[in-house]
């Protein structure tokens, strides 16, 4: 194993990702992934798109933004550890959001569609441990929405009196 995929094993080993997996399962993830590089605003995946890849970020930001034909506003950046493109790859429905490289050299660690089918029959144990981080992300990004749109309820209309 080449020393990037050695450093690589033991960067994702510190993840919450892969906490549970020991170094050896670590290193079997990434034969199923492929690293790829992006520059700033170099376009990940885009509105419209189905999800036929999954992303973790590791190193740099990707910014998730929505098109409003007038001009394309930033409403999430997923750092260094975080999980993104799970929604459409998972539910197999058109992309809401535009995902672009936000920093200069940003790494994604990238599982497609085919070989995570191929994760999930051949080493079920690893696939579980990705859905269940896939699933606490989600919770984090729903979590993250109500509490904003809490606060921004609360900003327009004042504590609600009981």
Request: net charge negative; with cysteine; hydrophobic share 40%.
């Amino acid at each position: 194993m080449s020393e990037k995929k050695i450093d690589l094993a033991q960067f994702l080993s510190q993840q919450y990702l892969c906490e549970s997996l020991t170094l050896a399962e670590v290193q079997t993830l990434l034969e199923y992934t492929e690293l790829v590089n992006y520059h700033k605003g170099e376009m990940i995946a885009d509105i419209g798109e189905i999800g036929d890849a999954l992303y973790f970020v590791i190193h740099g930001e990707a910014a998730l933004s929505f098109d409003d034909g007038t001009e394309e506003r930033v409403i999430g950046v997923m750092k260094e550890g975080e999980l993104v493109g799970e929604m459409s790859f998972f539910d197999r429905r058109p992309r809401l959001l535009r995902m672009r490289a936000s920093s200069d050299d940003t790494q994604l660690l990238k599982l497609s569609r085919a070989m995570y089918e191929r994760l999930r029959v051949e080493h079920p144990y690893i696939a579980v441990n990705f859905l269940e981080h896939a699933i606490i992300s989600l919770d984090h990004l729903v979590r993250r929405l109500s509490s904003d749109e809490m606060s921004l309820s609360r900003y327009m209309y004042g504590k609600a009196k009981r």
